[in-house]
Nanobody, 126 residues
Framework: QVQLVESGGGLVQPGGSLRLSCAAS????????IGWFRQAPGKEREGVSC????????YYADSVKGRFTISRDNAKNTVYLQMSSLKPGDTAVYFC???????????????????WGQGTQVTVSS
């Protein structure tokens, strides 16, 4: 069964850190570019970051640049999103997905043939 499973979300105070994980099963993550997306209540889904299959290219939205770091461990079939200096505006459900491409200034949104995880809630509040 093909699955992407996110974990690592939770409640954190402003200025705190969290590391999200996106673990794949049923397929080899190393062949895919992976994106992280988030959706806050009442807002459209936003592309936050992505990493190419080779890890040579990464993308960050302006809103998270300098605070979030994406990485991948293909041996563990997992992609990570390290989030630091978190702000209340980062509160959202975070999803990972396979994406058609990723480069420095662009994240491709998943196509109908791509895989999504179920999401993990991140809440930044004092």
């Amino acid at each position: 069964q093909v699955q992407l499973v996110e974990s690592g979300g939770g409640l954190v105070q402003p200025g705190g850190s969290l590391r999200l994980s996106c673990a794949a099963s049923g397929f080899t993550l190393a062949y895919y570019a992976i994106g992280w997306f988030r959706q806050a209540p009442g807002k459209e889904r936003e592309g936050v970051s992505c990493v190419s299959s080779s890890a040579r290219s990464t993308y960050y939205a302006d809103s998270v640049k300098g605070r979030f770091t994406i990485s991948r461990d293909n041996a563990k079939n997992t992609v990570y999103l390290q989030m630091s200096s978190l702000k209340p505006g980062d509160t959202a459900v975070y999803f990972c997905a396979t994406v058609p491409g990723c480069d420095y200034d662009n994240i491709w949104y998943p196509s109908a043939n791509d895989y999504w995880g179920q999401g993990t809630q991140v809440t930044v509040s004092s």
